[in-house]
């Protein structure tokens, strides 16, 4: 769509634009926050995971 808006600007149908700006837009919107927020969870258990081996490790060379 940036394209048409960008190269064709005498082309593009108003009500075409109007309806991404109103109904995708919003859409997307809410699925990449969505996805961001599964992310986050993701980091977070992959932290966890990572802080639990590091303690191990230092744990492990500490008696050798």
């Not at 859409?27 to 303690?55: T, V």
């Amino acid at each position: 769509m940036r394209d048409i808006l960008i190269h064709r600007y005498f082309g593009v149908d108003p009500e075409t634009v109007w309806t991404v700006v109103k109904e995708e837009i919003p859409r997307s919107e809410f699925r990449l926050r969505k996805e961001n927020a599964n992310m986050k969870q993701i980091e977070d258990h992959l932290r966890q995971k990572l802080d639990i081996f590091q303690k191990r490790r230092f744990f492990d060379q500490s008696f050798q």
